[in-house]
């Protein structure tokens, strides 16, 4: 997708928009982003980061403690068991670090492939699809797939987007979707791509 490329350049580690250093930071800060968003969530992880820097430090946190620091991003008490959770399992099964494959990753409380895939193409440059509903919705728009399970529409779009390419085509999706290809009322006379797209409002 060249023209979503000239629209939002960089990689896809420039490209997202939480606010990590490393892949357990940016795990951390992908499973509070969960109905929430990115500036909530950049607001609370700087002070979660200082108080927890390692899977140890928060799988060994005061629970109470925990979920009054992520308040504010919602739905704090699963979020915290899944935080909790998901250090756990890192310290005990993977040596403290984050691991690289998929299926280790999913197997991890509180990251499903979604997740997986942020982690994977953001934080380790390996090949990875994030399919949220924005990502979702667009390429249904655009035709690219009919599908709306999301398993099934990343392996449609695995098919077309070379693997060194997927985090940061996945990206650009989502921040057109954020601010051009709306839910309800996308903007097509704003989109660079209304010229081709199926779903334009202006054909």
Known sequence: MVRLAAEYPGTAQELCELDHDGSFQLLVATILSAQSTDKTVNRVTPALFAAYPTP?????????????????????????????????????RFGGDVPTAIDDLVSLPGVGRKTANVVRSVAMGLPGLPVDTHVGRISRRLGLTEQADPVKVETELNAMIPPGERGAFSLRMILHGRRVCLARKPA???CVLEDFCPASSLA
């Not at 799988?59 to 925990?66: D, F, G, I, M, V």
């Open 56 to 92: 140890a430090d928060l799988a060994a946190a005061a629970p109470e403690q925990l979920e009054e620091q992520i308040y504010t991003t919602g739905f704090f008490r699963s979020k915290a068991r899944s935080l909790q959770g998901m250090a756990r399992a890192v310290v005990d």
């Open 188 to 190: 097509c006379e704003s």
